[in-house]
């Protein structure tokens, strides 16, 4: 799902160019190919929702509830979730879909590791900054983790910097301010988890000893290490390294 990811914000990031084919000798011809690019836009723009919005039912209606009776048959059963861009999203929706009572301790979610996450940085708030009468969709779902909350970010990751925000303001229409409006709509990967009294550190390499508190955002600066990768979608899927691994298993309590 991950190289569809890609293809998904290359189309979106195409859209912005579209229809830019010079005028004159082409007529008709231009037309048409502004026609047929704006078309195709269109659809891989719902293709990216409706992967997004999936994302999110597969996380709160399947493998939460999985995860409850498993632990119910289990109960010394650990989990670690761990996901990279819209599937950051799924594991996320996961916490919305544990039994009621499994928080705090009584939870078998033990860490939450979010890899250049493809979705909103407020979906944890309890407070939206631009409107404190709103919450993010998962307000309080932080407590079904009964360890540490991590996500990286990176100014590199264009997929989730650019064509993210442009997807975002495309299909809901905003008020905002030209300066907010990009922040308002900046997902995970871009600058961590907002509006959450989130710490921040940098991305360590194997060895590093993070300060993990629990039920706590802990933001990971990846700016050094999370830097490969070609326009659109630029350092998006750039996550393997020893850094995350070690960074994963350290938050897992492994190493």
Known sequence: EDGKCGEIFEALSDQETAGESSGGAAGLGDAFGRLWEGAKGALRLATYWQMKERAGVVGKMGLGPLIGQLHEKVPALRVHLLGHSFGARLMSYTLAGLPRLAAGDKSPVKSLFLLQGAFSHFTFAEKLPFDTTRKGDLA?????????????????????????PLASIVSRQDAANEEDITFRWGAMGHDGAQAVNAKSTSLGKPGTSYAFEVGKWLNLDGNQVIVKGNPPSGAHSDIIHPHTAWTALAAAGIV
């Not at 932080?142 to 064509?163: E, M, Y």
């Open 140 to 164: 309080g779902m932080a407590a079904g983790v009964d360890g540490p909350l991590l996500t990286t970010h990176s100014l590199k990751d264009l997929a989730v910097g650019s064509s993210y």
